[in-house]
C-alpha cells in the first residue's frame, strides 16, 4: 500500500516536472523568436522624421536661399529672407523675416545659434531691414536687430546688435559688445564693450585679413554642404520599393 502511494506520487512529481520543463523550453523559443523578428535588418535605412521645418513661407514672402549656399539642417528660416552665393547659416540660427526684410551678403556666414530679425520700422529713421553685406562674418550666439553690416566686417561672438546700428566697412567688434540702437561704429575700427566703445584703428594689414577669414569658412561649408542630404535617405527606401516593384528609376 505505501509503495503503491510512493510510486504514484513519483509518477506525479515526475509529470509537473516534465511540464514546467516543457513550459521553460517552449517560453525560451518564442523569446528566441520574438528577438528574430523585432531585430532589424543590417541594411534598413535610418528614416529621418524630422518636425522641424527649415523654409517657413509667410503670406507672399518665401525664403530665398542661393544654390551655392549653405544653411544647416536645423536652420529656421521665415518670411523675407534671402541668403546670397556663396553664404552660410550654420547650425541652429533663426532669421525671422516675419516683419521686415533680412539677407545674407555673398561669402557673408551667420554661424552657430545666432538670432537675426527686422522690426517694422527704426526709431532713428534708419532702414528697419537687416542686411548682412559681402565677406562678413557673425560669431555664435550674436543677436542682430534692424541693423546694417557693411562688407568685410567682424561681429565677434555674443555681440548684440540693436535697431539702426551701422557698422560700416573695414570694422570688427569684439566678442561680448553691445551696439545700442542708432549707434555707428566708422569705417577701420576696432570697438568693444557694453555699451561699444573706441578701441583703436585697425591697421591695413588686419583690415587685409577680414575677407580671407569669410572666405576660409566659406570653403569650409563646401565640406559641409557635400555631405548635407537636404531631403533625408527617405529616397533609398522608395528607390528600393520601386525596384522590388519592378518600376523603372
Known amino acids: 500500500m505505501a509503495t503503491s502511494i510512493a510510486a504514484r506520487i ?47 513661407p509667410l503670406g507672399q514672402w518665401v525664403p530665398k536661399v542661393a ?51 527686422a522690426a517694422w520700422s527704426s526709431p532713428t529713421g534708419l532702414p528697419a531691414e537687416t542686411s548682412i553685406e559681402r565677406f562678413v562674418t557673425i560669431g555664435a550666439y550674436s543677436l542682430l536687430r534692424s541693423c546694417t553690416i557693411e562688407p568685410e566686417c567682424i561681429i565677434g561672438q555674443h555681440s548684440i546688435l540693436m535697431e ?37 584703428a585697425l591697421t591695413h594689414e588686419e583690415t587685409l585679413e577680414i575677407p580671407k577669414l569669410a572666405v576660409a569658412i566659406n570653403d569650409l561649408s563646401k565640406e559641409h554642404f557635400s555631405e548635407f542630404l ?7 527606401e522608395v528607390e528600393k520599393l520601386k525596384k522590388s516593384l519592378g518600376i523603372n528609376i
Open 230 to 236: 537636404p531631403y533625408s535617405t527617405v529616397y533609398l
Open 10 to 56: 513519483s509518477r506525479k512529481a515526475a509529470a509537473s516536472a516534465f511540464s514546467a520543463h516543457r513550459h521553460v523550453i517552449s517560453s525560451r523559443c518564442f523569446a528566441t523568436e520574438s528577438a528574430k523578428t523585432i531585430s532589424p535588418s543590417s541594411d534598413r535605412v535610418k528614416w529621418d522624421y524630422r518636425g522641424q521645418r527649415k523654409i517657413i
Open 67 to 117: 544654390v551655392d549656399a549653405y544653411v544647416a539642417p536645423n536652420v529656421v528660416l521665415a518670411g523675407q529672407v534671402t541668403v546670397y552665393d556663396g553664404a552660410s547659416v550654420w547650425n541652429g540660427c533663426v532669421l525671422r523675416g516675419d516683419l521686415n526684410k533680412i539677407t545674407v551678403g555673398f561669402c557673408s556666414n551667420v554661424q552657430e545659434r545666432c538670432v537675426i530679425h
Open 164 to 200: 539702426g546700428s551701422l557698422v560700416e566697412t573695414h570694422s570688427i567688434l569684439e566678442a561680448g559688445s553691445v551696439v545700442p540702437p542708432g549707434r555707428r561704429i566708422p569705417t577701420g575700427e576696432l570697438w568693444a564693450g557694453n555699451p561699444a566703445r573706441f578701441v583703436r
